[in-house]
């Protein structure tokens, strides 16, 4: 503890100036223990990451050079995984499938995400409940969200979201069985569960908005409009920065939306790389494979980060 | 000096609280594994799982050996991840489609059925079905099926039709049920002609579609012995698959809503909403608590031009091939064969986990006190299995993928469609060194 303090204010002790030669001393050793109590701190942490991250990864990226058979014994085949799996037509189409439902889910729910925390920021205590409301799909368990939603969809005339829609005219609809509608179906759904998420970033960063800025667009005789153009988004550059991120990394993973509402299907049309991982290592038992798809898809996730790294960093320097 | 010795004494302390917490741990798990449980899996419900534990008490009871059992409705998921521990169950309890992949990766062992006690009780045919291409024997036959065709017998009455013994009757019935009122609430068109399981999942929808097809003459692959020959795109199979694309492509769609993505079909039977459906006699029990005995009609399959043939299922009882109790993994496969084992298995509380002894000595019908099970019996007799003797496993999830695309496109794509499935069947056959 008193490592700790001193460490971190390290004025503080020759400040008291209690017995000043002995300082400078106790000093010294507090450095020199300092390099190993910090990894004593960090320790537990580390190990875990260690024995539960690293070690898998590790694992993993062996796994995927080789055929894999703990029984048998596994035995090196070099790239020939990678090759399987970027010359499989299914994996080309999830792909095609994960990048649309990346890109149309990322920017639905950001785009919801914004509109919902405009409408819903402020301190009123009616607001605060509907805020609540609207953050509930994200603490439900994603497996209980496809339920319902699959309920919602049911397809037959009197089906939840048919009889909603019969009721402007428009004949019902097989959401989940079509296939040219199932993705955009899925899709739907991860707006909706994940669209409140980003609101609630999205209302941390209107909170830091200098209201002063607002105030002065409006004695210019801004519109709403022009408001939120030329000082909101401005204003949330980073907040915006870091849900496109989250949003992107997290669309590329998504996995339990589609598995339990289509499992992939129908025809592969909701197939996406996770599903097609999960098919291969445990439908097919072909574990290499699957790593190598893995391994593919830790790539893509860590370009794409180092991407939106590199340009919120040339912003924030321009 | 002082404060130092006090540290050590202090740290020495630690050490020790370490150690002994340290000990206590390892001594546990010791503990666990001294005791000598055979560890043992099944892919089972709640209920099916209350019959198992039933079973293994009875066993326990009689040997004295322990059971440790475990329900695991993700069973590949599971096993996979005990396999990357190279620790596996001692003996498994799981479907014979599964027997030829676990084979030849080898988490299970060879069996020499004739040193098991109660091998001539258990017919012929049970044990050929668990061989492998190469003759040996990898499982225990557990229990036997074929599926059935469950119908709602007050629908079919209230609508004036007879129990339907051919497939232009089915149909007859299938198209009353989705266009009439069988449930009586005064609208029409808001019940299903029939509950299908078309989720590609284990491959699922390939074991569904194989009666139908075989009542026609048709079949993915013929042939025997380890070789087989792909069959699906000659013109009985493209034949029998057009009249099933009718069904499901046609106005009025016979199946029920969803049926390509639905998990499961059982609930739209059970709960009233479709009024045919063909699946195993496992679902006697729940069919019938939740719709009535008086209700529930179970028939031979309507004949189509080649028959009644359906589709045969089969558990069976594997060893594992890390465990270290061989002696107590061949007396549970002993129990379980037995007379009693069977019995308990039909009849302890809960759900049949035994459907169709494989005990030869007994028959289901009087065990059960049940007359429905002379039909299930005789549909047996009529049945037949899916290649599994070699691993049929990624040519299953080539059909069901094929035929769910064909039947949720509706694009009239068949014959090409067979001819691109039958193609990738035979690689797979090839890839398992199966294909004639």
């Known amino acids: 503890m008193t490592d700790i303090s001193s460490a971190s204010q390290p004025s503080a002790t020759s400040a008291a100036g209690g017995t000043p030669p002995a300082a400078p001393r106790r000093g010294r050793v507090r450095s020199q223990s300092r390099w190993w109590s910090a990894w004593m701190f960090l320790a537990p942490a580390l190990l875990l990451f260690i024995y539960f991250k690293f070690v898998p990864m590790g694992e993993g990226i062996r796994m995927s050079f080789q055929d894999v058979s703990p029984f048998l014994g596994n035995s090196w085949v070099g790239w020939d995984n990678y090759t399987t799996v970027l010359t499989n037509a299914r994996f080309h189409q999830a792909v095609w499938n994960t990048l649309v439902l990346g890109a149309g889910q990322s920017i639905g729910a950001v785009v919801i995400g914004f509109i919902l925390a405009l409408l819903l920021e402020g301190?009123?205590?009616?607001?605060?409940?509907?805020?609540?409301?609207?953050?509930?799909?994200?603490?439900?368990?994603?497996?209980?969200?496809?339920?319902?939603?699959?309920?919602?969809?049911?397809?037959?005339?009197?089906?939840?979201?048919?009889?909603?829609?019969?009721?402007?005219?428009?004949?019902?609809?097989?959401y989940l069985e079509d296939t040219s509608v199932a993705l955009y179906a899925v899709m739907t759904v991860g707006i909706w569960s994940s669209a409140p998420y980003y609101m609630v970033i999205f209302l941390a960063g209107l909170a830091g908005v200098d209201r002063s800025l607002y105030e002065a667009a409006a004695i210019d005789g801004a519109r709403l409009r022009h408001r939120i153009i030329n000082v909101t988004i401005p204003a949330l550059r980073p907040a915006i920065m870091i849900v496109s991120i989250l949003a992107a990394v997290r669309a590329l993973r998504i996995f339990t939306d589609v598995w339990v509402l289509t499992g992939g299907g129908p025809a592969g049309s909701t197939q996406v790389w996770m599903t097609q991982i999960y098919t291969q290592g445990f439908e097919r038992n072909n574990l290499g494979v699957a790593s190598a798809a893995s391994i593919l898809l830790l790539i893509a996730s860590v370009l794409l980060t180092v991407v939106a790294v590199y340009f919120t960093r040339n912003k924030e320097g321009a | 000096m002082e404060s130092g010795t006090e540290t050590s004494k202090h740290s020495s302390k630690a050490y020790k609280t370490t150690a002994i917490a340290l000990g206590a741990l390892m001594s546990s798990t010791f503990a666990v594994q001294a005791q000598d449980a055979l560890e043992v899996w099944s892919r089972s419900g709640p209920q099916a799982a209350a019959t198992y534990e039933a079973v293994f008490a009875a066993f326990t009871e009689k040997t004295g050996i322990p059971v440790e059992y475990l329900t695991a409705l993700q069973f590949d998921t599971q096993l996979q991840a005990r396999v990357a521990a190279r620790d596996l169950p001692d003996v498994l309890i799981y479907d014979q489609s599964s027997m030829a992949a676990y084979a030849t990766s080898g988490w299970i062992v060879p069996i020499e059925p004739e040193t098991l006690a109660g091998y001539e009780e258990v017919s012929d045919i049970s044990w050929d079905s668990v061989k492998m291409a190469n003759g040996s024997t990898y499982g225990v036959p557990f229990s036997q099926h074929a599926q059935i065709t469950f119908v709602r017998k007050d629908w079919r009455e209230k609508l004036g039709f007879d129990v339907p013994k051919t497939h232009d009757d089915l149909i007859a019935l299938a198209t009353a049920f989705a266009t009439g009122d069988p449930d009586g609430n005064g609208v029409d068109g808001d019940t299903f002609g029939m509950a299908v399981p078309g989720t590609t999942s284990r491959g699922f929808f390939a074991w569904w579609m194989f009666s139908y097809l075989a009542q026609q003459g048709a079949s993915y692959v013929e042939g025997g012995d380890g070789k087989y020959e792909v069959t699906i795109n000659n013109p009985a199979g493209v034949k029998a698959v057009e009249w099933l694309y009718d069904a499901f492509c046609k106005d009025p769609n016979l199946a029920q809503p969803g049926a390509m993505t639905n998990a499961s079909a059982t609930p739209f039977f059970a709960e009233g909403q479709a009024g045919i459906y063909q699946t195993g006699p496992y679902a006697i029990t729940s069919f019938?608590?939740?719709?009535?005995?008086?209700?529930?009609?179970?028939?031979l399959a309507p004949a189509g031009s080649a028959g009644s043939t359906t589709l045969t299922e089969r558990t069976s009882i594997y060893f594992g091939a890390t465990s270290t109790l061989p002696d107590e993994q061949k007396a549970l496969a002993e129990f379980l064969i037995s007379q009693e084992g069977q019995t308990l298995g039909m009849t302890a509380p809960g759900q049949p986990v035994v459907r169709l002894p494989v005990n030869t000595n007994l028959v289901a019908a009087d065990i059960y006190e049940d007359p429905r099970f002379i039909t299930v019996a005789k549909q047996l007799e009529m049945s037949e299995l899916m290649p599994s003797d070699i691993d049929f496993t990624a040519a299953r999830l080539e059909i069901a993928e094929t035929f769910q695309t064909l039947f949720s496109q509706c694009n009239d794509d068949i014959v090409p469609q067979l001819d691109r499935l039958a193609g990738r069947i035979s690689e797979e056959l090839e890839a398992v060194n199966a294909l004639k």
């Open chain 1, 123 to 174: 301190p009123s205590r009616t607001l605060w409940f509907v805020r609540t409301a609207v953050f509930l799909p994200v603490v439900t368990a994603s497996a209980v969200v496809g339920e319902i939603w699959r309920i919602i969809y049911f397809p037959s005339p009197d089906g939840f979201m048919n009889k909603l829609i019969g009721l402007v005219g428009i004949d019902p609809i097989r």
């Open chain 2, 288 to 299: 019938t608590d939740k719709i009535g005995a008086e209700n529930l009609e179970i028939i």
